[in-house]
């Protein structure tokens, strides 16, 4: 295969892959056991859009066995189905075990095992919080951790060891002295690697693109990537790593740490940036004009009421907020 077709083929792969995503995610829908008559007519508009839609679920249908699927989970899995989050942790875990179903044949299948036993594994997880959601916690030697929306992380401390494991989300740790002695390492585990803290305050994101952030407010922290090298991070610097590799250290980002007091602090930040992490707090799509994307947003936004952030966007620029539906919102030009 030439380069040039391999790279057709690539594209196509992926724009194959992002309609079945969409159409596992509505399989786990209309698999839930509280589907609601508007969600059917908006997987059937779905349908009717497009004809790859419609292939892309007759295939999802034909290899996806539902009860089948469910039935592999584990049991401490189906027991945390049953926690407040029951309806979106089902949901996340059925479209992904169906995607790693799908897409067997296509290549995608190491990669999306390793997603169905995070998602697993973080079911049971010790603390959590939906989507605008915010939580802080006391760990049992005094450390002080704090959740932003949409995190899963589990906590094992033994004789060895204080542990964080962090499945999804964005985490900020503020270490304390340990009440054992001799002291245990504090550790933070993420999906590409192992940070250890030197006596310190350090924010933790979890990305989507298998990468880990790492943001280092107080001491320093050191990483070691799973499958590479080591390195200490200093009080003031932050950076991104894989499996793999350490990217550069760069200089920390001022009010990063906001969302710990429930405000989302835009400094000259482009508004498809802002928008992009006002989403988080909220269901549904928010999106905008893409003429406007790169228009600046400057000020303090309550995380806690995303309606009011959008109000306050639309009285400062010139920019109108309009909700299609209640989970549909769209900002375009005034």
């Known amino acids: 295969m030439s380069m040039q077709r391999r790279h057709e083929h690539e594209q196509e792969l992926e724009i194959r892959y992002a309609t079945l995503e969409q159409a596992a995610e509505w399989f786990a829908i209309l698999r839930s056991s509280r589907v609601t008559d508007d969600e059917r007519q908006r997987w059937q508009d779905w349908l ?66 390793e997603s169905v036993r995070d998602l697993v594994a973080g079911l049971a997880a010790a603390h959590r919080t939906g989507t605008g959601e915010t939580r802080q916690v006391e760990l049992a030697d005094g450390t002080r951790l ?93 950076t991104c790593f894989t499996r793999h590799v350490i990217a550069a250290t760069e200089a920390i980002e001022p009010a990063r740490d906001a969302w710990t007091e429930g405000m989302l602090i835009a400094q000259d930040m482009p508004l498809v940036q802002f928008l992009a992490q006002l989403s988080r707090y909220r269901s549904g799509h928010l999106g905008c004009d893409p003429a406007l994307a790169k228009l600046r947003v400057v000020g303090a936004f309550p995380l806690g009421d995303t309606d009011q952030a959008l109000a306050m966007l639309e009285a400062a620029l010139p920019v109108r907020v309009t909700y299609t539906l209640p989970w549909w919102v769209t900002v375009s030009a005034k």
């Open 48 to 113: 009717a859009a497009d004809p790859d839609h419609r292939q892309a679920w007759a295939r999802v249908e034909a290899i996806s066995d539902g009860v089948a699927i469910v039935r592999v989970m584990p049991q401490a899995a189906g027991a945390a189905l049953h926690a407040a989050s029951e309806v979106r942790q089902r949901r996340t875990l059925l479209k992904t075990m169906v995607l790693a179903a799908v897409t067997v044949g296509v290549g995608w299948q190491v990669a999306r095992q």
């Open 146 to 238: 704090w959740l932003d929306t949409g995190t899963v992380v589990g906590v094992k401390y033994d004789a060895g060891q204080r542990l964080l494991v962090l499945h999804q989300g964005v985490i900020l740790v503020d270490t304390h002295a340990d009440i054992v002695h001799p002291a245990r390492p504090f550790i933070v585990n993420s999906r590409q690697g192992a940070m250890r803290a030197l006596g310190t305050r350090f924010v933790v994101r979890q990305l989507d693109d298998g990468e880990t952030e790492l943001a280092v407010s107080q001491g320093r922290v050191e990483i070691t990537v799973f499958e590479g090298p080591s390195r200490v991070i200093a009080a003031g610097g932050q």
